[in-house]
């Protein structure tokens, strides 16, 4: 797998399971919802993400 489909699956894995504890757990975790949701707009723009810098250094494949 690329790096770009890693990081949609880890972006929608985070943002299902904030959304389930949002609703189960505390409404506090929808606030990281909307972080990665706002990290996921402004890489759209930059073409930068922490998460990529993380995967590339755990050496996934471009």
């Not at 943002?15 to 504890?21: G, N, Q, T, W």
């Not at 949701?37 to 723009?45: D, H, K, M, P, V």
């Amino acid at each position: 797998m690329t790096i770009e489909r890693y990081l949609r699956l880890i972006a929608g894995a985070f943002i299902l399971v904030s959304l389930a504890l949002g609703h189960w757990a505390s409404p506090y975790w929808y606030l990281f919802t909307a972080f990665v949701g706002l990290n996921l707009f402004q890489s759209a723009f930059t073409n930068w993400c922490p998460m990529m810098t993380f995967l590339r250094k755990l050496g996934v494949s471009e």
